[in-house]
């Protein structure tokens, strides 16, 4: 069966996807879609939000549930490890996380590859919305890196050598595509065990941030 993926390339939740089906060993169709592209999103789902997987059976969005549905084997457990406490813990965590490395990364992200000058100023523009100026945003990164220290060194703490396991898991994923995105940051640095762990899940996701583009 052919599968198709639309997504952003920076995008966190398009990377978990992207790391579930390399963990999987499923081959898929990669479409990098235009941020500013409202029409094929909203063509699909009718919201325009990626990730979107394009399957024989439809359109599906919500990176768990397209997670889940690539795992037809339940290798990585992802249905019954939504439902536990430390599932939500995990996701709030991220979300603590997230929101620095966005602050951190957008202003870089919209000079990649990914982005044209259209697409370029229609993400800064809805980015702004929330954030303010991404100008201010790089002025202010040693305050954004000084908010992360401490929530990257809670994280580190947990890594044993893979999120409180000795085993990979689905948690793994989750953690690695929201952090990933901080590879683009200038002087931005992780620690050596951070970075070994990130390093270990790109190996076990046969995942390659920048492939993409040369398909
Ligand atoms: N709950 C969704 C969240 C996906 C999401 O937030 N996607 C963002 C990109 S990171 C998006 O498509 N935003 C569209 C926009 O802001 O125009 C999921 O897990 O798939």
Redesign the pocket.
Known sequence: MSITLNH?V?????L??RMTLGYLGLAYNSKVLS?DD?VT?IRLTGT????ILETSQGAF??????MAMADRENRLEIKELIKTTEFQDLEKFLAQIGSHVHSLAMPYWMWTAEFNDSSREYFRK??EKKRGPFSELVKKHNFFVQELEPLLHKLEANLEPFYKSKEFSAFDILIASHLWGLYVVPEFQFTPKTHEYLQSVKNKCHFNYHQDFWK
């Open positions: 952003y920076h995008c966190p939740f398009c978990r996807v941020y409202e999103p325009k939000m990626l990730p969005n919500e990176s768990l549930d397209i809805s980015k």
